[in-house]
């Protein structure tokens, strides 16, 4: 059964894993309210922790605060018009970045995607840690974030983040409230292990 505390909707894990997995989900409903600096600070000190292919590290993250209404209505700008709806209200939205070739060699670095990923479970992590929620976004105009955000060629737009506290579902749509509210689910493990060789059964 899922429990609902304080905005954590905990899910409902066929095998033991860590509290932090387990209560770790991506609302919309999110408080206008500030997150401490502090905060942030240990969110990209966790993400600077994650592994990387070489240790080339190739993520790179901008940041919109909401108090900056200037800077945060760009970013809002580049969100597809459903992202849009909820995505206003966070007080914190970023844009990670990837840099797709090896500082070390030039070459092509075909991992560079999966870094950034790692790095932002790190963060995301730290931030379920401290009571902040994480909502990642692929529903973003990429091409127009290098534009606006003076993004150098060689480096990827990834995902758009919305990072704040839990909010008041009453904010929502009646669709988003009703997303808010379902059941969590994930494909079992037996959908997506395989040994030995591709599709060959788990168990």
């Known amino acids: 059964m899922i ?29 206008s309210d500030p997150i401490e600096e502090e905060k942030i600070i240990s969110l990209f000190e966790a993400a600077r922790w994650a592994p990387s292919c070489f240790n080339d ?4 993250f901008i940041i919109f605060k909401n108090e900056n ?35 070390r060699n030039g070459k092509l670095n075909r991992h560079a995607f999966h870094d950034v990923g790692s790095a932002v479970t790190n963060l995301t992590l730290q931030a379920t840690a401290m009571d902040l929620y994480v909502h ?24 758009a983040i919305a990072i704040g506290y839990y909010g008041n579902q009453d904010d929502l749509s009646e669709e988003f409230i009703k997303s808010e509210n379902s059941k969590r ?15 060959k059964n788990f168990r």
């Open 3 to 31: 429990e609902e505390i304080m905005g954590v909707k905990v899910a409902e894990t066929e095998y033991p894993v860590i509290d932090l997995l387990k209560n770790r989900w991506s609302p919309r409903a999110f408080s």
């Open 57 to 60: 590290q190739p993520w790179s």
């Open 69 to 103: 209404r200037e800077e945060f209505e760009k970013i809002i700008e580049i969100l597809s018009p459903r992202n849009q709806l909820w995505a206003k209200n966070a007080p914190l939205i970023m844009l990670s970045v990837a840099r797709i070739n090896f500082e």
């Open 136 to 159: 990642q976004m692929a529903g973003f105009d990429a091409e127009k974030a290098k534009v606006l955000f003076n993004i150098p060629e060689g480096f990827e737009p990834v995902a």
């Open 185 to 199: 689910n994930r494909r079992p493990i037996d959908d997506f292990v395989y040994v030995g060789e591709w599709n």
